[in-house]
């Protein structure tokens, strides 16, 4: 497409004047409401630059024509301001609720924004069985089941299921699994499950590990492992030494558990989050540690963007309106500064979770001890990562130089294809930056030129037309922060050339292009390098910047790859049935189950599929026709 096309999709923006942005905000307070509500700053082409809530909207937007009293951030947003919009509520809790949804959703330039939002991990034991389930789950609750979580990661999660598992002896296992069982598995070999698939243990005796299991999760642990520990010296007493020692096994799996959950802290005995927040040098860390039932399950490291000039206290507040946008809040929240609003946040969580939050700064005693503990980690993560950011700031200024830029890239982007004799061809997409990967931007394309697969020129052009294609269509203006400085090709002077031909044919000219090529005996630290008007060329083998490219060119092959594979591996799941209208799961399944492969469902004649129970003449028939078009 041609970058004039493109460009007219999408109106350009006027060179930014605070006087206009005024008589624009000034025009629509003729309108306004005394009311809440929740307002938009857009820029001329549409974008949105900033999304706030108000108790008076009128009164709250009126402050944005007084230029004089706003700090240099939000006079720049108001000089590209072209219009506004406006949402009334009924209150100020659901203009906040709404500002946050909107603020995840739109991601404006100028709030503070959460790009790392997850959902986290949990541990659930369902209850729609008569054998209940012991698995890991994450996202929505639509099953019938008690959750215990959060878990900060899943590796947390995982380490606990296997030793609740030893514990309490439950199964993991899906219900179809569990249905379709015989004899034990190999879980009931290792000691981890007691079997109850083929009656190995009664409903009432894996009812009373199912208990155990929720009363340890619960936060009653110290009264299970008072339990075990009775059970097993009256065992060792009557001198059943084999039942002793599965108690003392049992034991040693719940201490494993607790030694991972390390910080216990008394004034803490209920669910609790603890959210601390270090700021310096316009970077903010916020740690945010999960407390359930009074044990800690695991933190993790967040670095919102945000202006530099922000206030640590404002960067809080906005970052806990989102964090808890799409999760639950506990009852109690624990944070490291006074917040603006406090009450009424409180509030907004209590609504979303249904039930009161408490949102407090402790100024002593046990609970200012873990925001401590909080606030140290925060400080240690917030020094790691300007560590990395000082390192990869000097690698891409490395990378400038070697590839002769003006500056050092702010986006690098690397391609790479990956397929097995055409089948199920990949183009994949990685994307690094100051700040290292930026993984929610890594794309994938599933190649679709015909012929194109198994052709590495072709797949290249195919992958960067649709790529660039589309941000010239979409970002002309380059003011959305997709576009790349330098875009590495995995390859030689050939895929250079498509590539360059690919962007002459989108009119782009400003964008760097390097072929890097791996060299003899695809030998690391040999490889070459292809830019246009330069002849190839290497670098020291123990350049540090060598080393750097190499990783980026690895991650991209380490994507594509696995992209390739998990698309092989659905492939292999499917069944030439799966194209047929009409067939069901329990279809398929006796149709597999009497002819043993979809194969065989294509060979067999009407009379044999009609044969199949459930498969009556008009299915049998529909069956037939789809594998035999022409009679």
């Given at each position: 497409?041609?970058?004039?096309?493109?460009?007219?999709?999408?109106?350009k923006?006027?060179?930014?004047?605070?006087?206009?942005?005024?008589?624009?905000?000034?025009?629509?307070?003729?309108?306004?409401?005394?009311?809440?509500?929740?307002?938009?700053?857009?820029?001329?082409?549409?974008?949105?630059?900033?999304?706030?809530?108000?108790?008076?909207?009128?009164?709250?937007?009126?402050?944005?024509?007084?230029?004089?009293?706003?700090?240099?951030?939000?006079?720049?947003?108001?000089?590209?301001?072209?219009?506004?919009?406006?949402?009334?509520?009924?209150t100020?809790?659901?203009?906040?609720?709404?500002?946050?949804n909107?603020?995840?959703?739109?991601?404006?330039r100028?709030?503070v924004?959460?790009?790392?939002?997850?959902?986290?991990?949990?541990?659930?034991?369902?209850?729609?069985?008569?054998?209940?389930?012991?698995?890991?789950?994450?996202?929505?609750?639509?099953?019938?089941?008690?959750?215990?979580?959060?878990?900060?990661?899943a590796?947390?999660?995982?380490?606990?299921?296997?030793?609740?598992q030893?514990?309490?002896?439950?199964?993991?296992c899906?219900?179809?699994?569990?249905?379709?069982?015989?004899?034990?598995?190999?879980?009931?070999?290792?000691?981890?499950?007691?079997?109850?698939?083929?009656?190995?243990?009664?409903?009432?005796?894996?009812?009373?590990?199912?208990?155990?299991?929720?009363?340890?999760l619960?936060?009653?642990?110290?009264?299970?492992?008072?339990?075990?520990?009775?059970?097993?010296?009256?065992?060792?007493?009557?001198?059943?030494?084999?039942t002793?020692?599965?108690?003392?096994?049992?034991?040693?799996?719940?201490?494993?558990?607790?030694?991972?959950?390390?910080i216990?802290?008394?004034?803490?005995?209920?669910?609790?989050?603890?959210?601390?927040?270090?700021?310096?040098?316009?970077?903010?860390?916020?740690?945010?540690f999960?407390?359930?039932?009074?044990?800690?399950?695991?933190?993790?490291?967040?670095?919102?963007?945000?202006?530099?000039?922000?206030?640590?206290?404002?960067?809080?507040?906005?970052?806990?309106?989102?964090?808890?946008?799409?999760?639950?809040?506990?009852?109690?929240v624990?944070?490291?500064?006074?917040?603006?609003?406090?009450?009424?946040?409180?509030?907004?969580?209590?609504?979303?979770?249904?039930?009161?939050v408490?949102l407090?700064?402790?100024?002593?005693?046990?609970?200012?001890?873990?925001?401590?503990?909080?606030?140290?980690?925060a400080?240690?993560?917030?020094g790691?990562?300007?560590?990395?950011?000082?390192?990869?700031?000097?690698?891409?200024?490395?990378?400038?130089?070697?590839?002769?830029?003006?500056?050092?890239?702010?986006?690098?982007?690397?391609?790479?294809?990956?397929?097995?004799?055409?089948?199920?061809?990949?183009?994949?997409?990685i994307?690094?930056?100051?700040?290292?990967?930026?993984?929610?931007?890594?794309?994938?394309?599933?190649?679709?030129?015909?012929?194109?697969?198994?052709?590495d020129?072709?797949?290249?052009?195919?992958?960067?037309?649709?790529?660039?294609?589309?941000?010239?269509?979409?970002?002309?203006?380059?003011?959305?922060?997709?576009?790349?400085?330098?875009?590495?090709?995995?390859?030689?002077?050939?895929?250079?050339?498509?590539?360059?031909?690919?962007?002459?044919?989108?009119?782009?000219?400003?964008?760097?292009?390097?072929?890097?090529a791996?060299?003899?005996?695809?030998?690391?630290?040999?490889?070459?390098?292809?830019?246009?008007?330069?002849?190839?060329?290497?670098?020291?083998?123990?350049?540090?910047?060598?080393?750097?490219?190499?990783?980026?060119?690895?991650?991209?092959?380490r994507?594509?790859?696995?992209?390739?594979?998990?698309k092989?591996?659905?492939?292999?799941?499917?069944?030439?049935?799966?194209?047929?209208?009409?067939?069901?799961?329990?279809?398929?399944?006796?149709?597999?189950?009497?002819?043993?492969?979809?194969?065989?469902?294509?060979?067999?004649?009407?009379?044999?599929?009609?044969?199949?129970?459930?498969?009556?003449?008009?299915?049998?028939?529909?069956?037939?026709?789809?594998f035999?078009?022409?009679?």
């Amino acid at each position: 497409m041609p970058a004039g096309e493109g460009a007219a999709a999408r109106p350009k923006r006027r060179p930014a004047d605070i006087n206009r942005g005024v008589e624009i905000i000034r025009e629509h307070l003729k309108t306004l409401p005394q009311t809440p509500g929740v307002y938009r700053m857009l820029a001329g082409d549409g974008a949105v630059l900033y999304v706030g809530k108000a108790r008076n909207l009128k009164r709250r937007v009126t402050n944005y024509t007084q230029v004089g009293k706003l700090p240099v951030r939000l006079q720049r947003m108001v000089a590209e301001t072209e219009t506004m919009e406006f949402v009334n509520t009924h209150t100020e809790v659901e203009a906040l609720l709404l500002e946050s949804n909107l603020i995840k959703k739109l991601m404006p330039r100028y709030n503070v924004l959460l790009r790392d939002d997850k959902t986290f991990p949990h541990i659930m034991i369902t209850k729609d069985h008569d054998y209940p389930q012991l698995t890991k789950h994450r996202g929505a609750r639509g099953r019938d089941a008690d959750y215990f979580g959060p878990f900060a990661s899943a590796g947390a999660v995982n380490r606990t299921i296997t030793a609740l598992q030893r514990a309490f002896l439950l199964r993991n296992c899906a219900d179809t699994v569990f249905a379709a069982r015989t004899r034990p598995c190999l879980q009931f070999q290792i000691k981890r499950c007691t079997a109850p698939c083929v009656g190995r243990v009664s409903p009432a005796e894996y009812q009373a590990q199912v208990n155990h299991a929720r009363a340890f999760l619960s936060g009653k642990s110290r009264d299970i492992q008072t339990e075990f520990a009775d059970r097993m010296m009256a065992a060792s007493d009557a001198m059943d030494f084999e039942t002793a020692a599965r108690y003392r096994d049992r034991i040693r799996a719940l201490t494993a558990i607790q030694a991972h959950q390390d910080i216990n802290v008394e004034g803490v005995v209920e669910d609790a989050d603890v959210i601390a927040a270090y700021a310096e040098g316009g970077v903010t860390c916020i740690q945010v540690f999960f407390f359930r039932g009074g044990r800690n399950y695991g933190n993790r490291a967040y670095f919102p963007s945000h202006d530099k000039a922000a206030e640590t206290d404002e960067v809080l507040a906005a970052f806990i309106a989102q964090f808890y946008e799409n999760k639950a809040a506990p009852p109690l929240v624990l944070v490291s500064h006074a917040l603006p609003e406090l009450e009424l946040l409180s509030e907004a969580l209590a609504v979303r979770a249904g039930h009161k939050v408490e949102l407090a700064e402790p100024k002593r005693g046990e609970k200012r001890r873990i925001v401590e503990h909080a606030l140290t980690n925060a400080r240690e993560a917030h020094g790691r990562r300007l560590a990395e950011s000082s390192s990869q700031a000097r690698l891409l200024e490395g990378v400038a130089a070697a590839f002769g830029m003006d500056s050092a890239p702010e986006r690098v982007e690397v391609y790479d294809n990956s397929h097995i004799q055409g089948a199920h061809a990949i183009g994949g997409m990685i994307v690094a930056g100051p700040d290292g990967f930026i993984k929610n931007a890594y794309r994938k394309f599933n190649i679709r030129t015909e012929g194109a697969a198994g052709d590495d020129f072709a797949m290249i052009r195919e992958v960067l037309t649709r790529r660039f294609g589309r941000a010239v269509k979409e970002d002309p203006e380059r003011s959305l922060g997709s576009w790349p400085d330098l875009v590495l090709i995995d390859g030689g002077l050939g895929q250079l050339n498509v590539a360059l031909e690919v962007f002459a044919e989108l009119g782009i000219d400003d964008v760097t292009l390097v072929g890097i090529a791996k060299g003899p005996d695809r030998d690391a630290g040999r490889e070459h390098f292809f830019m246009e008007n330069r002849p190839p060329f290497q670098m020291e083998p123990r350049d540090p910047v060598l080393y750097f490219l190499q990783r980026l060119r690895d991650e991209a092959h380490r994507f594509a790859i696995g992209t390739h594979r998990a698309k092989r591996t659905k492939a292999i799941g499917k069944s030439p049935i799966d194209e047929i209208a009409g067939i069901g799961p329990a279809r398929k399944k006796a149709l597999l189950h009497h002819f043993g492969s979809g194969a065989a469902v294509a060979r067999a004649g009407l009379a044999d599929l009609e044969a199949v129970e459930g498969i009556n003449r008009t299915v049998a028939k529909k069956i037939y026709d789809h594998f035999h078009p022409d009679g």
